[in-house]
């Protein structure tokens, strides 16, 4: 396996990022806005209803990043390019920070309305395992140092753990459905769907934003990482003690 | 085929050698099952409720030991780089482990299975279902494990490297096998563990042609 392009960092991916995240901040505290003071109170939740406008936006775009990962992990195989290295180590760290984040303001939706943290509901579940799946991948990737060996694995660990996605949701279904069954009706009146749409649309610039930044930084790190070392650096880290008296 | 056929030969004939290696981790096991049932006290019922599930957390965890175990010849004297100059195909030595540490997980759940009875007196009127489940179950341990065994052998942090990554994947390996082995062990009116038994299948299905495909991008040099 042969991999000779070195990764060409964008320099201009920072400009792109911030005026990304500039767009997402501005339609997060529109979406937000209507969503909190004009969006009507849910029948039977009440108040509690209202992090819907972050939770479902949220859930829409993590599994939108991790779908990316998965292509980033495929295109690195086939194509043998840096630059999905980069965007497979962003896409991963961006889908599992929003996993979590999925999963803390489920809960937190959870305590007054099923009176629990934690419910052992199917979407629920595989996103907790989801999860754990990841952060096995980064993982990884902390534990390997050559870049060439780091980019195969995890592209392979993201194969992987993705194709386990569909198995573990359908079994986690099933495996409660012989239990109860949790009912949740997904019918959204049209007031509600302004403020929804328009934090789906800051989320996803979010991650976005997120994404371009953090392929950039994995990019420059590897480009430090692949390129020959200086000729005197390497005699001053061959001969550390003889450096003054030459 | 030859090529597995000595693959596996080989894997056996070193698992053979190192028995006394396997013996431990199946002390272990036992171990396992034995502390997890001070979790939970000396209630009979409640223990019999939860054996099926106790069985495979045991298994799992053991399955990680002996995993990590079947890469070290060929970690230790670079072996693997030996097996490639050959020439060796990746796919047929991945078949080849996989294979070796089905066989090794297998009989891993079968030494478990007396110490589940003595300590858990569950009811073994379906014993031949159970070691069918045991079958699937372990097969579809072993496959993806085989494959990371193959990553974390070469890595520092392999200890927690590997149920880092194998645990959350083979979860509904865990959910299928223990619901399929509770069904038989505690009765099944419904007769579900069939349907469990399919999934264990369709994971296998999914995974052993999967890591065989990729098991050569991740020994290349």
Redesign the interface.
Known sequence: ?SVDLLPRPNPRAPLIASGLIAVSVVLLAIGSYIGLFHAPPEHFMGDVQRIMYVHVPTAWTAMLVLVVAFVCAIAF?FSQRWKWDAWLEASIEVGVLLALLLCVQGSIWAKPTWGVWWDWDPRLTSTA??C??F???L??RR??EDPL?RA??S???T???A??VP??Y???K??NS?HQTQSTPQTVASSMVTPLRINAFGILFLAAGFLVLRSHLAQRRLAGELAPPLPERAEAHVQPTLGGAS | MSQLVAALRKDLLLSWRSRAQAAAVVVFGATALLLLSFAVGPNAAALRQLAGGFLWVALLFSSTLALAESFRAETEQKGMEGLLLLPANPVSLFYGKALANWLQLMLMGMGLLPVLIVLYDPDLGRLWELCGILLLGTAGLSAPGTLYAGMAAQVRAQQVLLPLLLFPLVVPVLLAAVKASSLLLLGDPMGQAGSWALLLLAFNGIYWPLCGLLFGTVIEE
């Open positions: 396996m195989l395992v989801l754990f799946a952060l096995g991948v993982a990884l534990f390997v060996k195969t694995w592209a392979v660990a194969i992987i753990a194709a386990d198995i573990v359908m079994s986690v099933w495996w012989l």
